[in-house]
Nanobody, 121 residues
Framework: HVQLVESGGGLVQAGGSLRLSCAAS????????MGWFRQAPGKEREFVAR????????YYADSVQGRFTISRDNAKKTVYLQMNSLKLGDKAVYYC??????????????WGQGTQVAVSS
């Protein structure tokens, strides 16, 4: 079993940056591919980025490509999401998830509780 805890959310001005962290616990947590998703009020949860177990392979949604960077430190059992050039449309609750390389949330086995990102103009 894997437990995930996100942190790093907050309020930032448009154009600013935030770095989200997802700390994993569990004996095999570093064996999972990981993903970040987000959900805005009244909208479905959407894929943001994912990273392979080794960290070599990454993939991004078109809406964040070039602005967000996903990375991981397996020794620390932590996955990061560096978010630059934030836009009003990036406002959402951000979730990390483990267990798949898919863009589909239903393919992931484990989820964190989420961290709120707010962007002001």
């Amino acid at each position: 079993h894997v437990q995930l805890v996100e942190s790093g959310g907050g309020l930032v001005q448009a154009g600013g940056s935030l770095r989200l962290s997802c700390a994993a616990s569990g004996r095999t947590s570093s064996s999972y591919a990981m993903g970040w998703f987000r959900q805005a009020p009244g909208k479905e949860r959407e894929f943001v980025a994912r990273i392979s177990r080794s960290g070599i392979s990454t993939y991004y949604a078109d809406s964040v490509q070039g602005r967000f960077t996903i990375s991981r430190d397996n020794a620390k059992k932590t996955v990061y999401l560096q978010m630059n050039s934030l836009k009003l449309g990036d406002k959402a609750v951000y979730y990390c998830a483990a267990g798949s390389r898919s863009r589909n949330p239903s393919d992931y086995d484990y989820w964190g509780q989420g961290t709120q990102v707010a962007v002001s103009s």
